[in-house]
């Protein structure tokens, strides 16, 4: 999802005179209730509808928490949890690898997952023959140049029968997919469809989409992820539960409740991002409130094999150098049914 990048930094450094003082495993308490920071991604979106849920429901408030949701500054979401500044945050599986793949790991753990599978995928013009990943040879690619992004394009067109030396890439410095895809900017681009495929959807786009999780098992990730520090969970390990309850419930409530809870996200977005796009909101909310718990029981927990899966494929096409499986997450933290 793209953001106003510009409103994300001028936020977070409001926000920072706010949270430089709190640590780890010695939070300030007010008014009774234990403080606790949560990082977002990006400005709020549909992805963090849960969170703002359970604030305006009173949920964390039930849990004894004061819980303050701020915006990321410019080194990313991750590095201010690792330090002890926010106790949450929110990433991704695959953007969060190389923080673990390092001779001392970033002190995050994954101990939610937000969506159960990965709903990004490449949007095309409608019957220029992309509908399939085969379907890129010859076209052109808006890629960041990301390594594990290329190679899960170039995964997926090998499983289709595709070439990737045959995509002609282009940097990628779209913010608005639809009216990139309209002016032929270029012929394809990576979306996550909860936002960029229901804007195309209001834009009129005719378009055409696949996603990588109906490719092949190894790329349906987990994307976004809530991580906590690891020192706080260590010596907070109860308040942490808590506050995971309470999200879970922000969460259920948004996927029984997408009109409801997309009034909740949009009178709860501080930064005014949201403003003038109401029925994006409306529409988007109405279709990832299906994705919060998917085919699974409940929402949050981490499926293992699915977790293992991607960071086994990451391994093996030597995007990690070393073997991440089994590390990262922990669902000690989230309260289930069973």
């Known amino acids: 999802m793209k953001i106003k990048r510009i409103i994300a930094l001028i936020m977070c450094m409001v926000m920072m005179f706010c949270v430089t003082g709190c640590s780890c495993g010695k939070d300030e308490i007010k008014d009774g209730l234990k403080e606790i920071v949560f990082c977002l ?8 509808t849960g969170l703002y849920v359970a604030l305006e429901k009173g949920y964390y408030e039930e849990a004894g928490l004061n819980v303050k949701i701020v915006q990321p500054p410019e080194g990313g979401s991750t590095l201010m949890c690792a330090s002890g500044q926010a106790q949450f945050a929110i990433d991704a599986q695959d953007t969060i690898a190389a923080s673990f793949d390092k001779e001392n790991p970033i002190e995050v753990t994954a101990v939610a997952g937000v969506l159960q599978h990965n709903t990004s995928g490449i949007i095309s013009r409608a019957g220029e023959g992309m509908d399939t990943p085969k379907g890129l040879e010859g076209k052109t690619y808006a890629t960041w140049d990301s390594p594990i992004e290329k190679e899960m394009i170039r995964y997926a067109m090998k499983v289709d029968g595709g070439d990737f030396d045959k995509v002609n ?5 779209i913010t608005n997919e639809a009216a990139a895809l309209e002016a032929k900017q270029t012929d394809a681009v ?15 786009l005719e378009f055409d989409y696949w996603d990588f999780a109906s490719i092949t098992e190894e790329l349906d990730y987990y994307t976004p992820i809530i991580i906590a520090n690891n020192e706080y969970l260590k010596e907070n390990a109860d308040e942490a539960k808590a506050f995971l309850e309470a999200t879970k419930k922000g969460y259920e409530y948004a996927a029984k409740n997408p009109k409801e809870a997309a009034d909740i996200l949009i009178k709860g977005d501080e930064t005014g991002s949201l403003r003038g796009s109401e029925e994006l909101v409306y529409k988007s909310q109405e279709w990832i409130s299906k994705q919060y718990i998917a085919d699974e029981k409940e929402w949050g927990v981490i499926n293992e094999k699915r977790w293992n899966t991607f960071y ?4 093996d096409n030597k ?4 073997d991440l499986t089994g590390k990262g997450f922990s669902n000690e933290y989230i309260k289930t049914s069973n």
């Open 190 to 204: 990576w979306i996550y469809y909860g936002w960029s495929g229901i804007n195309a959807e209001l834009n009129g």
């Open 312 to 315: 086994k494929w990451l391994y």
């Open 41 to 48: 991604d990006w400005t709020p979106n549909t992805n963090h």
């Open 169 to 173: 890439l282009i940097p990628n410095a």
């Open 319 to 322: 995007l990690t150098s070393n």
